[in-house]
């Protein structure tokens, strides 16, 4: 079990920038995959963007990429989520998960947090 904590959420303007923040417990933090995804109103959830254990290889989702970044700190259990120029279609509420194994495109991650809510205003 990997708990996690989000926190960042919000309301902003439409070109405005957030940053989620992801706190996990646990040993087996530094081993895992660490993902960002969201599902909006009527939508399936969807893959934002994930890291792998060493923060050495990112991924993103066309629709968000030049515009997020992902990034991972081993020392202090945290992933972060960097928004920027933020559409009013980025509105979801955002999971933080964490995954055992190599795949990080994915959707099926195992351990997941309690989201936040971000909305885009136009």
């Known amino acids: 079990q990997v708990p996690l904590v989000e926190s960042g959420g919000g309301l902003v303007q439409a070109g405005g920038s957030l940053r989620l923040s992801c706190a996990a417990s646990g040993r087996t933090f530094s081993s895992n995959v660490m993902g960002w995804l969201r599902q909006a109103p009527g939508k399936e959830r969807e893959f934002v963007t994930g890291i792998n254990w060493s923060g050495g290889r990112t991924y993103y989702a066309d629709s968000v990429k030049g515009r997020f970044t992902i990034s991972r700190d081993n020392a202090k259990n945290t992933v972060d989520l960097q928004m920027n120029s933020l559409k009013p279609e980025d509105t979801a509420v955002y999971y933080c998960?964490?995954?055992?194994?190599?795949?990080?495109?994915?959707?099926?991650?195992?351990?997941w947090g309690q989201g936040t809510q971000v909305t885009v205003s136009s």
């Open positions: 998960a964490a995954k055992e194994g190599e795949v990080v495109v994915t959707t099926r991650y195992h351990f």
